[in-house]
Protein backbone atom coordinates (compact mmCIF):
# COMPACT_ATOMS: atom_id res chain seq x y z
CA UNK A 1 0.00 0.00 0.00
CA UNK A 2 1.56 3.51 -0.98
CA UNK A 3 2.16 5.79 1.91
CA UNK A 4 1.57 9.24 0.88
CA UNK A 5 1.80 12.57 3.31
CA UNK A 6 -0.72 15.72 2.20
CA UNK A 7 1.38 18.95 3.39
CA UNK A 8 -1.06 21.61 3.98
CA UNK A 9 -0.13 25.16 3.60
CA UNK A 10 -3.36 27.30 3.34
CA UNK A 11 -4.47 29.64 0.92
CA UNK A 12 -8.37 29.32 -0.73
CA UNK A 13 -8.30 25.60 -0.58
CA UNK A 14 -8.37 25.85 3.13
CA UNK A 15 -10.51 28.84 3.55
CA UNK A 16 -14.34 29.35 3.86
CA UNK A 17 -16.74 32.90 2.88
CA UNK A 18 -18.31 34.41 5.38
CA UNK A 19 -21.88 34.13 4.26
CA UNK A 20 -22.74 37.32 5.43
CA UNK A 21 -19.87 39.96 4.30
CA UNK A 22 -18.69 37.75 1.60
CA UNK A 23 -14.93 37.76 2.61
CA UNK A 24 -12.92 34.99 1.97
CA UNK A 25 -10.74 34.00 5.02
CA UNK A 26 -8.73 30.98 6.67
CA UNK A 27 -10.35 28.52 8.37
CA UNK A 28 -8.99 27.13 12.39
CA UNK A 29 -9.33 24.10 10.97
CA UNK A 30 -8.34 22.98 7.41
CA UNK A 31 -12.05 21.59 5.82
CA UNK A 32 -10.07 19.09 3.29
CA UNK A 33 -9.08 16.76 6.49
CA UNK A 34 -12.99 14.74 5.64
CA UNK A 35 -12.27 14.91 1.49
CA UNK A 36 -9.68 11.89 2.02
CA UNK A 37 -11.72 9.87 4.46
CA UNK A 38 -12.84 7.76 1.41
CA UNK A 39 -9.86 7.50 -0.60
CA UNK A 40 -9.48 3.39 -1.02
CA UNK A 41 -6.17 1.51 -1.21
CA UNK A 42 -3.70 4.39 0.34
CA UNK A 43 -2.10 5.26 3.26
CA UNK A 44 -2.58 8.86 4.14
CA UNK A 45 -0.96 11.02 7.05
CA UNK A 46 -2.05 15.23 6.89
CA UNK A 47 0.66 17.98 8.11
CA UNK A 48 -0.63 21.34 8.86
CA UNK A 49 2.73 23.08 7.86
CA UNK A 50 1.27 26.49 7.46
CA UNK A 51 -2.13 28.10 7.41
CA UNK A 52 -1.19 31.50 5.06
CA UNK A 53 -3.07 32.70 2.05
CA UNK A 54 -0.38 32.47 -0.51
CA UNK A 55 0.86 36.60 -0.82
CA UNK A 56 2.38 35.88 2.31
CA UNK A 57 4.25 32.67 1.14
CA UNK A 58 8.29 33.80 1.20
CA UNK A 59 11.57 32.49 -0.02
CA UNK A 60 12.46 31.41 3.58
CA UNK A 61 8.65 29.02 3.89
CA UNK A 62 9.23 27.39 0.54
CA UNK A 63 13.33 26.67 1.50
CA UNK A 64 11.67 24.93 4.73
CA UNK A 65 9.31 23.37 2.91
CA UNK A 66 11.75 21.90 1.06
CA UNK A 67 13.92 20.57 3.43
CA UNK A 68 10.84 19.02 5.05
CA UNK A 69 9.69 16.97 1.75
CA UNK A 70 13.19 15.58 1.26
CA UNK A 71 13.24 14.63 4.99
CA UNK A 72 9.65 12.55 4.31
CA UNK A 73 10.14 11.54 1.14
CA UNK A 74 13.66 9.86 2.05
CA UNK A 75 13.61 9.29 5.81
CA UNK A 76 10.58 8.72 6.44
CA UNK A 77 9.46 6.13 3.80
CA UNK A 78 6.96 8.62 2.16
CA UNK A 79 6.15 7.17 -1.31
CA UNK A 80 4.74 11.10 -2.65
CA UNK A 81 3.80 14.55 -1.11
CA UNK A 82 0.88 16.54 -1.65
CA UNK A 83 1.10 19.77 -0.80
CA UNK A 84 -1.98 22.17 -0.65
CA UNK A 85 -1.24 25.86 -1.78
CA UNK A 86 -3.22 28.83 -2.23
CA UNK A 87 -3.12 29.68 -5.85
CA UNK A 88 -1.46 33.24 -6.39
CA UNK A 89 2.06 32.28 -5.44
CA UNK A 90 1.49 28.37 -5.94
CA UNK A 91 3.65 28.45 -9.73
CA UNK A 92 6.59 30.34 -7.68
CA UNK A 93 6.70 27.38 -4.81
CA UNK A 94 6.26 24.53 -6.91
CA UNK A 95 9.35 26.00 -9.48
CA UNK A 96 11.44 26.39 -5.89
CA UNK A 97 10.64 22.80 -4.73
CA UNK A 98 11.26 21.02 -8.56
CA UNK A 99 14.52 23.00 -8.50
CA UNK A 100 15.82 22.02 -4.67
CA UNK A 101 13.68 18.58 -4.14
CA UNK A 102 16.58 16.22 -4.12
CA UNK A 103 14.19 13.23 -4.11
CA UNK A 104 12.96 11.65 -7.40
CA UNK A 105 9.34 10.56 -5.94
CA UNK A 106 6.51 12.35 -6.96
CA UNK A 107 5.76 15.89 -5.81
CA UNK A 108 2.50 17.32 -6.44
CA UNK A 109 1.07 20.61 -5.92
CA UNK A 110 -2.63 21.74 -5.93
CA UNK A 111 -4.95 24.52 -4.91
CA UNK A 112 -8.27 26.15 -5.42
CA UNK A 113 -9.55 28.94 -6.93
CA UNK A 114 -13.06 28.98 -4.88
CA UNK A 115 -13.23 28.33 -0.78
CA UNK A 116 -14.61 25.25 0.67
CA UNK A 117 -18.13 26.50 1.50
CA UNK A 118 -18.21 28.13 -2.08
CA UNK A 119 -20.86 26.63 -4.86
CA UNK A 120 -18.51 24.49 -6.90
CA UNK A 121 -15.94 24.69 -4.96
CA UNK A 122 -12.90 23.16 -6.58
CA UNK A 123 -10.37 22.16 -3.96
CA UNK A 124 -11.81 18.75 -2.86
CA UNK A 125 -11.98 17.15 -6.05
CA UNK A 126 -8.70 18.50 -6.56
CA UNK A 127 -6.53 17.20 -3.79
CA UNK A 128 -8.17 13.82 -4.57
CA UNK A 129 -6.73 13.70 -7.89
CA UNK A 130 -3.50 15.27 -6.64
CA UNK A 131 -3.10 12.29 -4.14
CA UNK A 132 -3.59 9.93 -7.25
CA UNK A 133 -1.00 11.24 -9.14
CA UNK A 134 0.88 10.84 -6.31
CA UNK A 135 0.33 7.54 -5.87
CA UNK A 136 1.00 6.63 -9.78
CA UNK A 137 4.55 5.64 -10.46
CA UNK A 138 4.32 7.19 -14.06
CA UNK A 139 4.85 10.60 -11.84
CA UNK A 140 8.24 9.09 -10.56
CA UNK A 141 11.01 11.40 -11.98
CA UNK A 142 9.11 13.98 -13.43
CA UNK A 143 9.77 16.63 -11.11
CA UNK A 144 7.22 18.73 -8.79
CA UNK A 145 3.93 18.34 -11.11
CA UNK A 146 1.02 21.33 -10.71
CA UNK A 147 -2.59 19.13 -10.45
CA UNK A 148 -6.22 21.02 -11.00
CA UNK A 149 -8.86 20.69 -12.83
CA UNK A 150 -7.71 17.21 -13.82
CA UNK A 151 -4.69 18.45 -15.86
CA UNK A 152 -0.98 17.70 -14.90
CA UNK A 153 1.64 20.11 -15.47
CA UNK A 154 5.12 20.81 -14.47
CA UNK A 155 6.09 23.01 -12.41
CA UNK A 156 8.22 24.99 -14.88
CA UNK A 157 5.78 25.64 -17.28
CA UNK A 158 2.73 25.90 -15.13
CA UNK A 159 1.37 29.43 -14.70
CA UNK A 160 -1.69 31.20 -13.56
CA UNK A 161 -3.76 32.69 -16.52
CA UNK A 162 -6.63 33.68 -14.94
CA UNK A 163 -8.07 35.49 -12.08
CA UNK A 164 -10.91 33.63 -11.12
CA UNK A 165 -11.24 31.10 -14.12
CA UNK A 166 -10.66 27.49 -12.27
CA UNK A 167 -9.09 26.41 -15.39
CA UNK A 168 -6.44 29.19 -14.59
CA UNK A 169 -3.52 27.31 -14.38
CA UNK A 170 -1.93 26.69 -17.98
CA UNK A 171 1.46 25.80 -19.38
CA UNK A 172 1.24 28.48 -22.72
CA UNK A 173 3.89 26.77 -24.87
CA UNK A 174 3.37 22.73 -24.09
CA UNK A 175 0.40 22.07 -22.44
CA UNK A 176 -0.37 19.87 -19.69
CA UNK A 177 1.96 16.64 -19.81
CA UNK A 178 -1.09 14.33 -18.56
CA UNK A 179 -4.44 14.18 -17.12
CA UNK A 180 -6.51 12.85 -14.45
CA UNK A 181 -9.85 10.92 -14.77
CA UNK A 182 -11.94 8.45 -12.98
CA UNK A 183 -9.81 5.31 -14.62
CA UNK A 184 -6.80 6.45 -13.80
CA UNK A 185 -3.91 9.07 -14.37
CA UNK A 186 -2.36 9.20 -17.86
CA UNK A 187 0.72 10.94 -19.09
CA UNK A 188 0.86 11.64 -22.56
CA UNK A 189 4.39 13.51 -22.35
CA UNK A 190 7.89 13.53 -19.80
CA UNK A 191 10.19 16.52 -18.75
CA UNK A 192 13.33 15.73 -21.10
CA UNK A 193 15.19 17.37 -18.11
CA UNK A 194 15.18 18.68 -14.76
CA UNK A 195 17.45 21.74 -12.88
CA UNK A 196 18.77 20.42 -9.41
CA UNK A 197 20.26 22.40 -7.04
CA UNK A 198 21.26 21.14 -3.39
CA UNK A 199 20.46 24.61 -1.35
CA UNK A 200 20.39 25.47 2.50
CA UNK A 201 19.86 28.80 3.10
CA UNK A 202 19.18 31.99 0.44
CA UNK A 203 21.17 34.80 0.58
CA UNK A 204 20.45 36.76 -2.12
CA UNK A 205 18.21 39.49 -3.21
CA UNK A 206 16.97 39.31 -6.79
CA UNK A 207 14.42 42.01 -7.92
CA UNK A 208 11.80 41.90 -11.16
CA UNK A 209 11.08 44.58 -13.33
CA UNK A 210 8.81 44.62 -16.25
CA UNK A 211 9.26 46.57 -19.24
CA UNK A 212 7.07 49.22 -20.70
CA UNK A 213 6.88 51.62 -23.79
CA UNK A 214 8.92 54.75 -23.16
CA UNK A 215 10.28 53.34 -19.88
CA UNK A 216 12.84 55.98 -18.61
CA UNK A 217 16.32 55.26 -16.88
CA UNK A 218 15.02 56.30 -13.48
CA UNK A 219 13.87 53.04 -11.85
CA UNK A 220 17.16 51.17 -12.90
CA UNK A 221 19.50 54.56 -11.22
CA UNK A 222 17.43 54.05 -8.24
CA UNK A 223 17.98 49.98 -8.17
CA UNK A 224 21.83 51.20 -8.46
CA UNK A 225 21.75 53.09 -5.23
CA UNK A 226 20.32 49.88 -2.73
CA UNK A 227 21.60 46.25 -2.24
CA UNK A 228 21.08 43.82 -5.00
CA UNK A 229 22.25 40.94 -5.77
CA UNK A 230 20.44 40.28 -9.24
CA UNK A 231 17.89 41.77 -11.34
CA UNK A 232 15.65 40.16 -13.35
CA UNK A 233 13.66 42.66 -16.29
CA UNK A 234 10.91 41.16 -18.35
CA UNK A 235 11.60 42.67 -21.77
CA UNK A 236 9.78 43.28 -25.29
CA UNK A 237 9.13 41.16 -27.56
CA UNK A 238 12.55 38.77 -28.48
CA UNK A 239 14.45 40.42 -25.81
CA UNK A 240 14.69 44.19 -26.04
CA UNK A 241 14.06 47.38 -24.13
CA UNK A 242 14.07 50.78 -24.39
CA UNK A 243 16.93 52.52 -25.20
CA UNK A 244 17.20 54.52 -22.20
CA UNK A 245 17.32 51.75 -20.36
CA UNK A 246 20.59 50.53 -21.53
CA UNK A 247 23.08 52.60 -19.28
CA UNK A 248 21.89 52.46 -15.96
CA UNK A 249 22.21 48.38 -16.64
CA UNK A 250 25.45 48.59 -17.58
CA UNK A 251 26.11 50.21 -14.47
CA UNK A 252 24.63 47.31 -12.59
CA UNK A 253 26.61 44.37 -15.09
CA UNK A 254 29.88 46.68 -14.32
CA UNK A 255 29.10 45.67 -10.92
CA UNK A 256 29.15 42.07 -11.19
CA UNK A 257 25.30 42.07 -10.79
CA UNK A 258 23.62 39.61 -13.00
CA UNK A 259 21.13 40.93 -15.30
CA UNK A 260 18.38 38.05 -16.49
CA UNK A 261 16.33 38.68 -19.47
CA UNK A 262 13.23 37.00 -20.26
CA UNK A 263 10.44 38.35 -22.11
CA UNK A 264 7.17 39.68 -20.88
CA UNK A 265 5.56 37.70 -23.33
CA UNK A 266 4.01 34.19 -22.62
CA UNK A 267 5.05 32.41 -25.67
CA UNK A 268 8.18 32.03 -27.10
CA UNK A 269 11.97 32.66 -25.77
CA UNK A 270 14.45 35.88 -25.72
CA UNK A 271 16.84 36.05 -28.31
CA UNK A 272 19.73 38.17 -29.57
CA UNK A 273 18.25 38.81 -32.78
CA UNK A 274 18.00 42.83 -33.06
CA UNK A 275 21.24 45.37 -33.47
CA UNK A 276 19.68 48.59 -32.78
CA UNK A 277 19.95 50.47 -29.52
CA UNK A 278 18.25 48.43 -26.66
CA UNK A 279 17.66 45.86 -28.79
CA UNK A 280 18.75 41.64 -28.07
CA UNK A 281 22.01 41.46 -29.56
CA UNK A 282 23.52 44.77 -28.01
CA UNK A 283 22.31 43.18 -24.58
CA UNK A 284 23.83 39.93 -25.18
CA UNK A 285 26.93 41.92 -25.78
CA UNK A 286 26.60 43.77 -22.63
CA UNK A 287 26.57 40.80 -20.81
CA UNK A 288 23.09 40.26 -19.95
CA UNK A 289 21.81 36.84 -19.37
CA UNK A 290 18.70 34.74 -21.32
CA UNK A 291 16.59 32.60 -20.31
CA UNK A 292 14.64 29.63 -22.40
CA UNK A 293 11.48 30.59 -21.87
CA UNK A 294 10.61 30.62 -18.47
CA UNK A 295 8.63 33.58 -16.88
CA UNK A 296 9.56 36.43 -14.65
CA UNK A 297 8.55 35.29 -11.30
CA UNK A 298 10.43 32.06 -12.24
CA UNK A 299 13.44 33.57 -13.19
CA UNK A 300 13.46 35.44 -9.86
CA UNK A 301 13.58 32.29 -8.20
CA UNK A 302 15.97 30.72 -10.32
CA UNK A 303 18.41 33.09 -9.93
CA UNK A 304 17.97 33.62 -6.34
CA UNK A 305 18.47 29.46 -5.87
CA UNK A 306 21.74 29.92 -8.49
CA UNK A 307 23.32 32.71 -7.04
CA UNK A 308 23.72 30.28 -3.89
CA UNK A 309 26.21 28.11 -6.36
CA UNK A 310 27.76 30.80 -8.50
CA UNK A 311 28.08 34.55 -9.12
CA UNK A 312 29.93 33.84 -12.65
CA UNK A 313 27.97 35.11 -15.29
CA UNK A 314 28.90 32.58 -18.26
CA UNK A 315 28.10 29.71 -15.70
CA UNK A 316 24.63 31.39 -15.39
CA UNK A 317 24.10 31.40 -18.54
CA UNK A 318 24.64 27.84 -18.65
CA UNK A 319 22.34 27.52 -16.04
CA UNK A 320 19.59 29.74 -18.00
CA UNK A 321 19.71 27.94 -21.16
CA UNK A 322 18.56 24.73 -19.77
Known amino acids: MKKILIIHTGGTIAMSEDRQTGAVKPNLENPLHETIMNIQAVHIDVEDFLNVPSPHITPSHMITLSKRIDYCLMDQGYDGVVITHGTDTLEETAYFLDLTVQSNKPVVITGAMRSSNELGSDGPHNLIS ?19 NDEIHT ?40 DQFK ?30 DGLV ?11 ETIKPLKKLIDRNIPVVLVSRCFNGIVQDIYGYEGGGKQLKDMGVIFTNGINGQKARIKLMVALERTRDVQELQKIFQQ
Not at 130 to 148: N, P, Q, R
Not at 164 to 187: E, L
Not at 202 to 215: F, Q
Not at 220 to 228: F, M, Q, S, T, W
Open 199 to 228: VEELHHKVLLLKAVAGMESDIINALCNIHL
Open 130 to 148: SIHTAMSDSAIDKGVLVVL
Open 155 to 194: AKNATKTHTSNIATFQSPQYGPIGIVTKRGVFFHHSPTQR
Open 233 to 243: VEALGQGNLPP
